[in-house]
């Protein structure tokens, strides 16, 4: 079922892309078509839960652990009420990590973040179909570049924003760590065949890590002071 979603949003998709090229193209079908491709993405994401459930090994009441062969890409992640790892990325990680993955995806549940990213992804695609094509197509796609930024400094703030939660949780040392540990298993990722759902995180982990020693660094500060 999963499959043939993801070829019927394809489809869908080709479809609109052949309208445009003929310049049919207006905002009812814009909108109908983006409609189209929101339902069927929360359908798809339906039958991806049921299926992690009917092959999840259970640790808690949100928290599933996934052989590879079902999601076909290693990482943790969190969507509707649930917090998924890979099954041998979970069994890679100590205790320290383990936990500090746990908070900072449960951030993410908490505050809906995939549920907003979806959401201003669909925005997006509804003004890349519109936007872009017509009268005053470069104003169109300039402004259309600008959500584009929006949604990577959206992105950025969640993620900021869910180290922050996992320091307050269990200590910015044990976040560094873990973040420093997944930086290390990608650089070894990179060398062999295997997929991490890490490697593409927006903003980067170094990027995340050089934060985190700087906000370690003025708490340093902080306390030689005091």
């Not at 310049?23 to 814009?30: R, S, T």
């Not at 990590?97 to 509804?126: A, G």
Request: glycine residues 4%; positive net charge.
């Amino acid at each position: 079922m999963d499959g043939l979603l993801s070829i019927l949003m394809f489809l869908i998709f080709l479809v609109v892309f052949v309208i445009i090229l003929c310049g049919k193209i207006n905002i009812l079908i814009v909108t109908t078509s983006v409609l189209f491709f929101f339902i069927l993405s929360c359908i798809r994401r339906y039958y991806f839960i049921r299926n992690c459930k009917s092959n999840a090994r259970l640790l808690s009441s949100d928290i599933y652990v996934i052989p590879f062969e079902h999601i076909k890409y290693k990482g943790a992640f969190a969507v509707n009420n649930y917090v998924i790892f890979e099954e041998s990325f979970y069994d890679e990680q100590d205790d320290v990590s383990k936990n500090v993955i746990i908070s900072h995806e449960r951030y993410h549940l908490k505050h809906r973040h995939t549920e907003k990213k979806n959401f201003f992804r669909c925005v997006l695609l509804w003004n890349s179909l519109h936007l872009m094509f017509g009268q005053n197509g470069l104003y169109k796609l300039i402004l259309l570049l600008v959500l584009c930024a929006i949604y990577i400094v959206l992105i950025s703030y969640f993620e900021y924003n869910a180290d922050g939660y996992s320091v307050e949780n269990n200590g910015i040392d044990d976040v560094i760590y873990t973040l420093e540990h997944l930086e290390q298993n990608n650089e070894n990722i990179k060398k062999g065949d295997s997929i991490c759902l890490w490697l593409n995180t927006i903003p980067s982990l170094k990027s995340r890590i050089r934060r985190l020693h700087k906000q370690k660094l003025q708490y340093s500060a902080i306390n030689i002071k005091k």
